[in-house]
């Protein structure tokens, strides 16, 4: 069972808000990820860190920011929430050698 | 750009029975193959990898299949429980570092009594 955990599961915020999605892992990966996931849709990646001070931007824009000031920490954070934002949030994390992908539950962020 | 096109969209079965689904890409190099299973308002778990050198991995009751020539791949379950009612995701990596992953769609299976 992966160790990646994400809080909150779900949030429901109105429209300018600044929020922070929480997102940790006690596996020791170097490589941590956020996905974008809407229903019905495959998963598009947002944000991407090898390790700590290092993260970049993925394939699909966002105007998120992610930090990773800690291995085991890479909280993703929405400085001003909009109705586009609603989504489910993926974060996953990953080994070096197979690079097999441990997901967290997801955090289904809906903006009003 | 690298696409991962999976099907059928969706899939309904009836408990005990046997199903298929179809995974095809483009583009290469290819790196590896990996079957996701995710439940409804759940995180992605991994089912089976396979390298390019690989045809075929097991995992109880899902057995993935690749064809690195026809860049096809087929995940399937044998003897369905309802518990596998899930989206089954297909996820392709393009180069040995695993940093250039692409994910299919995915197939929504149910499974009725």
């Known amino acids: 069972e992966a160790d990646i955990y994400q809080t909150p599961r779900y949030l429901v915020i109105g429209t300018g808000k600044k929020i922070t999605l929480e997102c940790s892992q006690t596996?020791?990966?170097?490589?941590m990820y956020w996905y974008q996931q809407d229903p019905g849709m495959e998963l598009h990646l947002i944000h991407y860190?090898?390790?700590?001070?290092?993260?970049e931007k993925g394939d699909l824009s966002s105007e998120s920011t992610v930090s990773r000031i800690r291995t085991e920490h890479f909280p993703l954070t929405l400085e001003s929430a909009r109705p586009s934002h609603t989504s489910q949030y993926l974060c996953?994390?990953?080994?070096?050698?197979?690079?097999?992908?441990?997901f967290g539950e997801g955090s289904r962020l809906t903006v009003l | 750009k690298n696409q991962v096109e999976q099907s059928p969209q969706s899939l309904i079965i009836l408990e005990g029975k046997n199903c298929t689904l179809q995974?095809?890409?483009?583009?290469?190099?290819?790196?590896?193959l990996r079957w996701y299973k995710q439940d409804t308002g759940r995180g992605p778990v991994s089912l089976t990898i396979?390298?390019?050198?690989?045809n075929t991995k097991s995992n109880g009751r899902y057995t993935a299949t690749l064809d690195a020539d026809t860049k096809q791949s087929s995940l399937h379950i044998t003897a369905s429980q309802l518990s596998d009612s899930a989206s089954y995701i297909c996820?392709?990596?393009?180069?040995?570092?695993?940093?250039?992953?692409?994910f299919g769609a995915g197939t929504r299976l149910t499974v009725k009594p």
């Open positions: 996953a994390s990953s080994e070096g050698g197979t690079g097999e992908l441990f």
């Open positions: 596996m020791g990966h170097d490589k």
């Open positions: 860190s090898y390790g700590v001070n290092s993260t």
């Open positions: 995974c095809n890409y483009t583009v290469s190099p290819f790196s590896n």
């Open positions: 396979m390298t390019f050198s690989e």
């Open positions: 996820v392709v990596s393009f180069d040995y570092n695993n940093n250039d992953m692409r």
